[in-house]
Nanobody
Framework: QVHLVESGGGLVQPGESLRLSCIASGIRFSDYQMAWYRQAPGAQRELVAAITPDRNTNYADAVKGRFTISRDNANPLVYLQMNSLKPEDTAVYYC???????????WGQGTQVTVSS
C-alpha cells in the first residue's frame, strides 16, 4: 500500500525558511506527479505545489515566488523549500500523489509548520 511520511516542519518566525521532505513508498515513484498540500485549522486542504515526473512545476498563487517544489527521481523523495515564511503559511503540510487512483485514502500524518512572531 502507498505510504507517505512527511517531515521537516517546525516553529519559525516570519521571514525564516523551512525545507519539508516526503518519503513515498509502495509505488513506482518516478512515474507519478507529486504534490504538497496544506490545511490550516478550520480550513479546507489546499494544493500548494505540484511537480511532474519530468520536473514541470505548478504553484498556488499564495506561495509563488517563495516556495519551490523539487524531487529526486532516483529516490522516493519530494521536497518543499519554503522561504520568506508568513504567518498565513501556518498549517499542517502533506504530500500526496494527485493522479494515483486512491490518493484520497493515502494521506499521511503531515508535518506542522507554525510561523509566529
Amino acid at each position: 500500500q502507498v505510504h507517505l511520511v512527511e517531515s521537516g516542519g517546525g516553529l519559525v518566525q516570519p521571514g525564516e525558511s523551512l525545507r519539508l521532505s516526503c518519503i513515498a513508498s509502495g509505488i513506482r515513484f518516478s512515474d507519478y506527479q507529486m504534490a504538497w498540500y496544506r490545511q490550516a485549522p478550520g480550513a479546507q486542504r489546499e494544493l500548494v505545489a505540484a511537480i511532474t515526473p519530468d520536473r514541470n512545476t505548478n504553484y498556488a498563487d499564495a506561495v509563488k515566488g517563495r516556495f519551490t517544489i523539487s524531487r529526486d527521481n532516483a529516490n522516493p523523495l519530494v521536497y518543499l523549500q519554503m522561504n520568506s515564511l508568513k504567518p498565513e503559511d501556518t498549517a499542517v503540510y502533506y504530500c500526496n500523489i494527485p493522479y494515483y487512483w486512491n490518493y484520497n485514502d493515502n494521506w499521511g500524518q503531515g508535518t506542522q509548520v507554525t510561523v509566529s512572531s
